[in-house]
């Protein structure tokens, strides 16, 4: 709940992050393609499921909108390090949406 007050009151620049469900554990996400990109002004919609283990277990994040990019799967799956083996309880959901941005 704390994140995502923050998130509400200092969001990522080009985001918006917003639970879903009562208990905080469904999340959903917007990104706005980036600027000197093949997506920029693009509307992607993003979903995230936070498990009881977070932070010491990452959030799993994945793109509802269809997009092609060398890191995004089929079924819109991101592969990061930071989604997996390389997540540190030091990051937070905005600084995990900022990278997956860039």
Request: proline share 8%.
């Amino acid at each position: 709940m704390q994140e995502e007050d923050q998130i509400k009151n200092e969001p990522p620049v080009g985001c918006h992050a917003e639970s879903v469900s009562e208990n905080y554990g469904t999340w959903k996400a917007t990104i706005l393609g980036p600027e000197g990109t093949p997506y920029e002004n693009g509307l992607f919609y993003l979903k995230m499921e936070i498990y009881e283990e977070y932070p010491f277990k990452p959030p799993k994040v994945w793109f509802t909108t269809k997009i092609y990019h060398v890191n995004v799967d089929s079924d819109g799956w991101i592969s990061l390090d930071i989604l997996n083996d390389g997540w540190s309880p030091a990051l937070k959901i905005s600084k995990s949406t900022t990278i997956i941005i860039q």
